[in-house]
């Protein structure tokens, strides 16, 4: 399980193949010169659509993300590699923190072979 931040980073699904890539070659550069700069530790890896930093130090890094730009929205996020297992372990330990009494949660998959 790792902690950071998930980043969104708007209409770049509009740009050809080659202009996608180069935006965000720039956009993962950016983040990550203005997070050396501040002297915090991370890890970014870039996903289709999103970005994930990896980071112990979240609220620290939000203040220097929202300044980047480019980026749409970010927010806190946990990132869970290790299949359905994993999910399905972390939701039992950590449900009570965020689901109410008398709410539901569920796990819908539609792809991906987990």
Not at 77 to 99: P, Q, R, S, T
């Amino acid at each position: 399980m790792k902690k950071g931040i998930l980043i969104a980073f708007g209409e770049l699904f509009l740009k050809s193949e080659r202009v996608r890539s180069l935006f965000l070659q720039k956009l993962v550069k950016n983040i990550s010169l203005s997070l050396t700069k501040s002297k915090i530790k991370f890890n970014i890896y870039p996903s289709r659509e999103r970005i994930f930093v990896e980071t112990e130090e979240v609220e620290k890094a939000s203040k220097i993300i929202k300044n980047v730009f480019g980026i749409s929205w970010f927010c806190e996020a946990i990132f869970l590699e290790n299949g359905i297992e994993e999910v399905l372990d972390f939701v039992e330990k950590n449900y009570e923190k965020w689901i109410k009494k008398n709410q539901t949660f569920a796990i819908r998959l539609k792809k991906g072979n987990l």
